[in-house]
């Protein structure tokens, strides 16, 4: 089999998204559904800046899901590690958004389709294929979408890729306790890890994105970045750390926006010439990084998370205007 450059495992799900914005989950009138899930939000924003891509999980066999893998497979992502089950549903996760820059979430999945992903329907080929493997945490919370995800970081290791987490942590799915035990128990086994600034507290106890990026490192990634929204990003590897700002645009809506900033970060890696390794110095970083946030900044200026990931083009038109400015 051809390589793959990115494999994302994890949860495809219907996003409902609200009919207005400041306003709480209760106060919503009306939702919309749109595609979503934050792996194969990665897996289609990848394939939008050029690479190949691949999604690996579990959606119910139903209109949805059906649905789902069709919108996903029109983006050029690769779906055959995509499985179908008749004994539970797709997934729903209801948003909503007080403002542009937070949302709350609230999942339907009891269980989700997602949850059931065994080890033995894993796609071998495509996981030993990939230059680097991405998941998240919640394909971590139950069994056996557990032990079937880290089969899948393991054998896509054992053949060399690059293996990222993002913790993307749901305080509606598992409690801070639980996800903190079991996220510090899968760090040591990945290359890359993301957090945002309460995912880094809840493992580190710490609020200072430096420190939190210094304690997770020790962990054994070789890369930690720890996202703070609008106000930017802090990057650290063996050599050293650094805060990039994040680009100042005109938000639509942000949901997404550390899926596109992950894409970004991966694209940059895996094409490294010299491999990923070689990136992994505070001056390539901080290039890296600044890539992956313009990524993230135009996603954030169109309502929706699929329909805003932007092009190769439309980030590299973005970054030549800003350098101009």
Request: aromatic residues 8%; neutral net charge; proline residues 6%.
């Amino acid at each position: 089999m051809s390589t793959v450059d990115i494999v994302a495992l994890g949860e495809l799900l219907v996003d409902m998204f609200p009919e207005e914005l400041g306003r709480t989950l209760a106060e919503v009138t009306a939702f919309h559904p749109k595609p979503g899930g934050a792996p194969a939000n990665v897996a289609v924003a990848v394939a939008r800046l050029g690479l190949r891509s691949a999604f690996i999980g579990k959606v119910g066999d139903d209109a949805f899901g059906h649905h789902l893998a069709h919108v996903v497979a029109a983006e050029g992502v690769d779906v055959r590690g995509m499985r179908y089950d008749r004994r539970a549903r797709t997934p729903l996760a209801f948003i909503a958004k007080p403002d542009v820059n937070h949302y709350e979430i609230l999942f339907y999945r009891n269980p989700g389709a997602d949850m059931r992903l065994k080890p033995s329907e894993l796609d071998q080929a495509i996981l030993r294929a990939a230059r680097a493997f991405h998941f998240g945490s919640i394909s971590l919370i139950h069994q056996p979408s557990r032990s079937a995800t880290l089969a899948a970081a393991e054998m896509a290791r054992a053949a060399g890729a690059l293996v990222s987490f993002d913790v993307n942590y749901r305080p509606d799915l598992w409690s801070r306790a639980a996800a903190r035990a079991r996220v510090r128990t899968t760090i040591p086994y990945v290359s890359l890890l993301k957090v945002n600034e309460v995912e880094a507290e809840i493992l580190t106890g710490t609020s200072d994105p430096f420190a939190a990026s210094e304690a997770l490192l020790e962990m054994g990634p070789a890369l930690c970045v720890v996202t703070l929204g609008p106000q930017g990003s802090v990057f650290r590897v063996a050599e050293g750390a650094e805060y990039v700002p994040a680009f100042e645009v005109e938000t639509a809506d942000a949901t997404g926006c550390g899926d596109a900033y992950i894409a970004g970060l991966l694209c940059r890696l895996v094409t490294e010439p010299q491999g990923w390794r070689s990136a992994l110095t505070v001056a390539r970083m901080r290039e890296i990084v600044r890539y992956a946030s313009a990524v993230a900044a135009l996603t954030a200026t169109v309502v929706g998370v699929i329909p805003a990931l932007p092009t190769t083009a439309q980030v590299a038109e973005f970054l030549a205007q800003r350098a101009t400015a």
